[in-house]
């Protein structure tokens, strides 16, 4: 899968010179290259074609299988007081975390960007409240404009080009460094709404059968 890179605190800088990092670091970026398109197709095919309408839960499914596979730890409590840990809620969880990075893979709502990238700052800052983990780097993987359409994701979810607007604006809040990864939209298919009263389906829609009805 192709996606965009934004820096921010020099994150990229540090992730891929520091010794600390850059094995993680190369871990996180053969996960998201190796994702190909076919298995994505196929994956949201056979399991969440009939139950969501976006490819969302097929990339989450498919990241935390190989996550999982390069041991990173998955849902991981920020912090080690019971009152702060509820294993319901992701509230005061991260996606993944190790070797000092948190990772958050958000396709959530517009109104939780900040919220979606703070969590890793909470896990790499020192707190009053005791720490179940202590990182050092963020890393926030979300879907850019394209993929938001190509993926037929909700109107309403925060997207890549808005993380980034984010930054500025919070960069005293934003104090530790973080990299804001944006998939882009598969090449090859998408996924297209189906009629009403069927609003949790979606159906995948070759590109190239596309462009054949223009032709």
């Known amino acids: 899968m192709e996606f965009r890179i934004h820096s921010h605190r020099n994150a990229l800088t540090i992730l891929e010179n520091v010794p600390e990092f850059k094995e993680a670091w190369e871990e996180v970026k053969h996960i998201l290259s190796s994702l190909d398109e076919d298995t994505l197709r196929q994956c949201y095919e056979d399991n969440f074609q009939t139950k969501n309408k976006s490819l969302s839960t097929s990339i989450n499914s498919l990241l935390k299988e190989e996550f999982k596979a390069f041991d990173w730890s998955g849902e991981s409590a920020i912090f080690q007081d019971p009152y702060y840990d509820d294993p319901k809620s992701d509230y005061w969880r991260l996606d993944f975390a190790k070797d ?15 919220w979606n990238l703070l969590k890793p700052v909470l896990a790499s800052e020192l707190n009053h409240i005791r720490k179940a983990i202590q990182t050092k780097i963020g890393v926030v993987v979300v879907a850019t404009q394209e993929m938001k359409k190509a993926g037929n994701f909700d109107g309403a979810i925060g997207y890549y080009e808005k993380y980034v607007d984010h930054l500025k604006p919070l960069m005293n809040q934003l104090s ?40």
């Open 100 to 114: 000092d990075i948190s990772i958050e893979v958000a396709f959530n709502h517009a109104s939780a960007t900040a």
């Open 176 to 215: 530790v460094p973080l990299l804001i990864i944006g998939l882009k939209a598969p090449r090859t298919f998408k996924i297209v709404g189906t009629p009403k009263g069927d609003e949790l389906k979606g159906k995948v829609v070759r590109l190239k059968d596309v462009k054949k009805v223009h032709e």
